[in-house]
């Protein structure tokens, strides 16, 4: 099993920043890839970025074309942490931010479903 936890939402006027972390532990050598979804109220889930943490794979990143330019996913494999940093933030971006982890080999992970989820993190964006 892997548990993840998030933190770092919070509330921000539109044009602020804000930076999410989701720390990984138990078994992770189960996964090689973490990413970031999110659901707004009456609206689908959707993969928001994601990173390939380990293997031949390391280090690539994918975003949603919504979020490209503005967030930036990273990764600190000495903290088993995975960062989104989300700047030029607008209303729309109003979610629960969910982080989740798979084993996947995969060139579109961010339209898989991942195995481990975190519980969230809301992120609220006023005008």
């Known amino acids: 099993q892997v548990q993840l936890v998030e933190s770092g939402g919070g509330s921000v006027q539109a044009g602020g920043s804000l930076k999410l972390a989701c720390a990984a532990s138990?078994?992770?050598?189960?996964?090689?890839?973490m990413g970031w979804f999110r659901q707004a109220p009456g609206k689908e889930r959707e993969g928001v970025a994601g990173?390939?943490?380990?293997?031949?794979?390391?280090?690539?990143?994918y975003y949603v074309d919504s979020v490209k330019g503005r967030f930036t996913i990273s990764q600190d494999n000495a903290k088993n942490t995975v960062y989104l940093q989300m700047n030029t933030l607008k209303p729309e971006d109003t979610a629960m931010y969910y982080c989740?982890?798979?084993?996947?080999?995969?060139?579109?992970?961010?339209?898989?479903?991942?195995?481990?989820w975190g519980q969230g993190t809301q992120v609220t964006v006023s005008s």
């Open positions: 138990g078994n992770i050598y189960d996964t090689n890839y």
């Open positions: 989740a982890a798979a084993w996947f080999l995969s060139d579109y992970p961010l339209t898989r479903t991942p195995r481990y």
């Open positions: 990173i390939y943490t380990r293997g031949t794979r390391g280090g690539m990143t």
